[in-house]
């Protein structure tokens, strides 16, 4: 995570909360008071934004330390302490309910993420998330999915080629849209891997006959046709399954030997993992 993004992001998150002052810290807290706080967590599962918090904790106030007691992606259970934060009184309660959302929300993600991972354990498949994230927030929220044991599919609409449903409605077809891609990957001399959405498996079949891809995403197969998707594509290219997976059908999908699953309520259905920060 690139420190100087993270040091933006705080410092406008901060500044969304503070406007012309904390007036309720400033109307009862002289400035010179200093105190020392711990996080608290109230829910079981995995920790993530330790580091972005004591980051946060510092671009606020240069002066405030911070003690690390439990580090990202440990299984957490309620009652744990994360870490203590030290230093004057003011800049704690200033920093308090974006470190808790930061923490909050990172830690939601990593849970859930690690429930999927743990449900398609033994077997190839590997978990992604997709760019169905908050504005503004994504590079936190993906972070957040490594820790859960995840990986990233793209960081955004530049590091990838993914030829979607309307990319080849666009383009006149699959073989159109793949033959345009390759050639303006070699006239702009970039090389990136090219992933295509395939609706049936007609889709996949015209796919397969055109080939010059990376990967295969099938997207909203069911069980029994992904099986027989993975089948014919063979070692040829990386298959993808998305589209409506769950917790409850993820491991039947994977068991279908797809290389990854893509999980978009990874970043987009969040439940926060259940913490404060309490002062000492």
């Not at 308090?96 to 449900?119: C, F, P």
């Not at 099938?218 to 399954?241: C, H, M, P, Q, W």
Request: aromatic share 4%.
């Amino acid at each position: 995570m690139e420190n100087r993004v993270l040091r933006e992001f705080i410092l406008r998150s901060i500044g969304e909360d503070l406007g012309d002052g904390d007036h309720s810290s400033l109307a009862c807290i002289p400035w010179e008071a200093v105190g020392k706080a711990r996080l608290l967590i109230k829910e079981e599962g995995i920790l993530a934004g330790v580091d972005v918090a004591c980051k946060a904790f510092t671009a606020i106030d240069d002066t405030l330390k911070c003690e690390i007691l439990i580090k990202d992606g440990s299984s957490v259970k309620p009652g744990d302490i994360a870490f203590h934060v030290s230093g004057r009184q003011q800049s704690i309660l200033k920093s308090e309910r974006l470190v808790l959302n930061i923490m909050q929300r990172m830690s939601g993600i990593a849970t859930s993420t690690n429930q999927y991972v743990s449900r398609v354990s033994g077997l190839k498949a590997k978990i992604l998330d997709t760019r169905k994230t908050t504005p503004g927030l994504r590079f936190l929220e993906k972070e957040a999915v490594r820790i859960g044991g995840g990986l990233n599919h793209r960081m955004g609409l530049f590091d990838m080629i993914m030829l979607k449903d309307n990319h080849i409605v666009y383009a006149g077809g699959i073989e159109q849209a793949i033959q345009k891609t390759r050639d303006y990957l070699k006239k702009n001399n970039r090389k990136l891997k090219i992933e295509i959405e395939a609706r049936n498996l007609d889709d996949l079949n015209k796919i397969l006959s055109v080939g010059g891809v990376n990967r295969i995403m099938l997207d909203n197969f069911n069980i029994e046709d992904t099986f027989a998707a993975v089948k014919l594509v063979g070692d040829r290219y990386e298959t993808e399954s998305s589209g409506g997976i769950t917790l409850e059908t993820v491991r039947a999908y994977a068991e279908c030997g797809v290389d990854f699953i893509s999980v978009g309520a990874l970043t987009h259905h969040i439940k926060s993992l259940d913490m404060s920060l309490k002062a000492e």
